[in-house]
């Protein structure tokens, strides 16, 4: 094998005890909601909001994510699959989530949450989608791991051999990109929130976010696999054709936030 390629042979699994398992991807699944939560903790006490906003808050989201991302990926992808054998759609731990579904998750359960909450529904949004951009890179770090959601063939010098899947070429690793690519998204968007101390015009980072995550995701389908076999004969496959109008979404927020005054919380 090249040198100039990366084998990857890492085991999902963390440590077995019988037939149980502990994976690497719902250990870096579950700091995605543990580190989220510190990092929202610290947003509500510099706003002198109460922490049992944040728990109420929370408990929406992570229904919400699971949900959504479960659901996503059963209707999107492989919906004749799911309906004809419907009680999989439960087996959450034979694998398949999807961002996209786990993006309309979480803007269900927040519309759900502000009923019960004095706090309007963008002002959740632009709070939350700080700590879902670093959730993004956590996942896709264990879609690393899991040696998924790979790239096509490549001849760059990083491109990574699943050898777990039998492949033998290299490819590249979207996975990685993806990854990075939120995590810049993420501090991004907190020094925007932190610099303005909380005090950002309404829609705002909510509408960045939805530009900066869907249209990367966008362009990143490019040199991925696909996911099913039906998105082969596609000129835009299924991740494309689900960003575009979270992309077009997130530009008008930010024409609309841009428009309106700058209101504190």
């Known amino acids: 094998m090249s040198l100039l390629v990366i084998p990857w042979d890492f085991d999902p699994i963390i440590f077995s005890i019988g037939s149980f398992s502990v994976r690497w991807y719902g250990l870096l699944f579950a700091s995605s909601f543990f ?16 922490e049992e906003l944040l728990d109420r808050l929370t408990i929406y989201t992570v229904f919400g994510t ?11 992808y492989e919906p004749a699959y799911y309906l004809a054998n419907p009680l999989e759609v439960l087996m959450i731990w034979h694998g398949g989530l999807a961002s996209h579904g786990a993006a309309i998750g ?14 309007s529904f963008l002002w959740t949004l632009d709070r939350l989608v700080v700590v879902v951009a670093l959730a993004g890179f956590f996942i896709r770090m264990g879609n ?13 010098p990083w491109g990574f051999v699943f050898l777990r899947n039998g492949e033998t070429a290299p490819k590249h690793p979207t996975q990685i990109y993806e990854a990075l690519a939120y995590l810049a ?19 705002f980072l909510f509408g960045l976010f939805l530009v900066l995550v869907f249209a990367f ?18 000129s835009l496959n299924m991740g494309q054709w689900l960003s575009i109008p979270f992309v077009v979404a997130g530009a008008g927020l930010l024409i609309y936030s841009l428009r309106k005054k700058v209101k504190a919380g």
Do not use: P
């Open 106 to 119: 979480i803007l269900i359960a927040i519309w759900l949450f502000k009923k019960r909450s004095y706090r």
């Open 185 to 203: 998204i993420f501090f991004l968007l907190f020094r925007i929130y932190w610099n303005k101390k909380g005090v950002v015009r309404e829609g």
């Open 66 to 76: 699971i949900l959504g991302a479960r659901l996503g990926h059963c209707f999107f």
């Open 35 to 50: 580190f989220g939560y510190l990092i929202m903790r610290k947003m509500f006490l510099n706003e002198n909001l109460k």
């Open 217 to 234: 995701r966008f362009f990143i389908e490019y040199v991925k696999e696909d996911q099913v076999a039906f998105e082969a004969g596609m």
């Open 144 to 156: 690393l791991v899991n040696s998924e959601i790979y790239g096509v063939e490549t001849t760059l």
